[in-house]
């Protein structure tokens, strides 16, 4: 039993890793398959699976608006990811989070013709309860490859989102909104970098995770 409760309208940082600290994006392809994964199993509705999903059309997907979470901010690590979600509807993260995994699982399993669990059991979930947390958690998550020195391409995060406005998967506006331009949130994301993982009542339990 899950000691969280997941509360409609609250945010919460969601992060899981390989089991045995695999690898579990191995190429671009596997970044691209989670990522379409998490936008179109982001519906109230059921799709099926994401190869039924691509039999509709265009409209169809378009009209498919009520949304299980928002996603604010994503990271996705060779080993490892990040995600702060906002919940829409009742069991909506435990929802997204099931098809999510399932399905990358299932798609990841037969791609490189293995069996069994791909990542450590159940993720990881923490209460995001205040709006400072809320906008340091964000600058961890956008520049995650900065925290872990990671200079290879093998990373995908929401930044360019949040920088460049590419794609429109993430309510990057609830962070965005509370900066008067995006060079200040650039600039307050540079700075929160510096001492962000000293935050040990935030981050605690992330860098147990991480650093075991």
């Known amino acids: 039993m899950r000691k969280i409760r997941f509360a409609n309208g609250e945010f919460y940082h969601i992060y899981n890793r390989g089991v045995d600290k695999r ?9 691209e398959r989670f990522l379409q994964s ?16 691509s039999f509709r059309n265009k409209d169809q997907l378009g009209n498919r608006v009520a949304k299980l979470v928002d996603i604010v901010a994503y990271c996705l690590n060779k080993n490892h ?22 399905g ?3 798609s990841f399993n037969i791609k490189y013709k293995r069996n069994g669990a791909l990542f450590q059991g159940k993720f990881k979930a923490l209460h ?3 709006n400072e947390y809320l906008l340091n958690l964000s600058a961890y998550v956008n520049l995650n490859n900065q925290v872990h020195k990671i200079k290879n391409k093998m990373i995908k995060s929401s930044w360019e ?8 998967m993430c309510a990057k506006d609830i962070v ?6 995006l060079s200040e949130y650039k600039n307050f994301a540079g700075s929160s970098l510096q001492d962000i993982l000293a935050r040990k009542k935030l981050y605690k339990e992330m860098e147990k995770l991480l650093c075991e």
């Open 23 to 31: 690898s579990v994006f191995l190429d671009d392809t596997d970044f």
């Open 38 to 53: 998490m936008r179109e199993f982001n519906s109230q509705k059921p799709i099926g699976s994401l190869f039924e999903n």
């Open 81 to 102: 990811y990040h995600l702060i979600l906002a919940q829409k509807i009742e069991g909506g993260i435990s929802e997204f989070m099931h098809r999510l995994g399932t």
């Open 104 to 106: 990358y699982t299932q």
């Open 128 to 130: 995001v309860d205040s």
């Open 161 to 168: 989102e949040y920088i460049d406005g590419n794609n429109h």
């Open 176 to 181: 965005l909104k509370q900066f008067d331009t």
